[in-house]
């Protein structure tokens, strides 16, 4: 069982996945907002992160990139999930550290997937 952080602004993209990774035996803790994700990721320290790109404030881009780029938080894999589905936003996404993009609506069984194919050894 992973421990994996959301961060989301829709709670029904957050119901979504929440569900299919409870599903799949991982636990789940989800907040609205990039900097809110940030703050959690370094409090508890997640085995994975599921980030969306548009939220007010601070983007997923930006927030991903903080996690990547900071030595307590680089470790935990981030996998943008959104709605950009260009190859520039793709591109981009990974140039910021994330693991992995995948493109709303991602179905259940390629979600969890992604997310077990990205999770550290041993988790």
Do not use: Y
């Amino acid at each position: 069982m992973a421990n994996i952080l959301i961060i989301d602004d829709s709670p029904t993209d957050v119901k979504i996945f929440s569900g299919a990774l409870e599903r799949a035996g991982h636990k789940v803790t989800s907040v609205a907002t990039a900097e809110a994700g940030i703050d959690a990721a370094h409090k508890t320290k997640p085995d994975l992160v599921l980030m969306d790109v548009i939220m007010p404030g601070m983007n997923g881009f930006q927030a991903t990139r903080s996690l990547t780029k900071d030595p307590e938080t680089s470790a935990i894999p981030v996998l943008i999930v959104t709605t950009k589905s260009m190859e520039t936003d793709r591109m981009w996404g990974m140039r910021q550290g994330a693991k992995d993009v995948l493109v709303k609506p991602v179905s259940e069984k390629d979600l969890v997937a992604h997310v077990n194919k990205h999770l550290p050894a041993g988790v």
